[in-house]
């Protein structure tokens, strides 16, 4: 019973874990897709989100290492997981700020949000994907 309720929580983590980087991928759609007009699709909107829904559910809450003396390296799977949510959260941010605040950025600042949001979305991609693997 207790396992039951153990995992049943985790799915339910799991799941909000996604929604929440579809939310952030919305965010970067939204503005990206505003600011670039060849991006403003739904297709667009709805890949953006799907990246996010699936870097989140993957990348975040990734199963650890040993940390022993046998398992002293660097836990690249651990690493990306950090450096790709930091980046992923980090352009939904400044999404978020830009749309709020109804600012008008450089297009370069556009193509970086745009390039951290996939870079950062990838990282925990590949993140996740390599530590379930290892299990």
Same mark, same amino acid.
């Given at each position: 019973?207790?396992?039951?309720?153990?995992k049943t929580?985790?799915?339910?983590?799991?799941?909000?874990?996604? +929604?929440?980087?579809? =939310? #952030?991928?919305l965010f970067?759609?939204?503005?990206?897709?505003?600011a670039?007009?060849?991006?403003?699709?739904q297709?667009?909107?709805? !890949?953006? +989100?799907?990246? *996010?829904?699936?870097g989140?559910?993957? *990348? &975040?809450d990734?199963?650890? +290492?040993?940390?022993?003396d046998?398992h002293?390296? &660097?836990?690249?799977a651990?690493? !990306?997981?950090?450096?790709g949510? !930091? #980046?992923?959260?980090l352009? =939904?941010?400044?999404?978020?700020?830009? &749309?709020?605040l109804?600012?008008?950025?450089?297009?370069?600042?556009?193509?970086?949000?745009?390039? *951290?949001?996939? =870079?950062?979305? =990838?990282?925990? &991609?590949?993140? *996740?994907?390599?530590?379930?693997?290892?299990?």
């Amino acid at each position: 019973m207790r396992f039951g309720i153990r995992k049943t929580a985790h799915v339910f983590e799991r799941v909000a874990l996604a +929604m929440a980087g579809a =939310a #952030c991928g919305l965010f970067v759609g939204a503005y990206v897709g505003s600011a670039i007009p060849t991006l403003t699709t739904q297709g667009f909107l709805l !890949l953006m +989100m799907a990246l *996010g829904a699936v870097g989140f559910y993957l *990348g &975040i809450d990734t199963p650890q +290492m040993p940390f022993d003396d046998a398992h002293s390296e &660097i836990d690249a799977a651990e690493f !990306l997981s950090s450096a790709g949510t !930091l #980046c992923a959260t980090l352009t =939904a941010l400044a999404s978020v700020a830009v &749309i709020v605040l109804r600012l008008d950025p450089h297009l370069a600042w556009t193509w970086l949000v745009f390039a *951290g949001w996939i =870079a950062g979305v =990838a990282m925990q &991609i590949v993140a *996740g994907t390599k530590a379930r693997m290892r299990t």
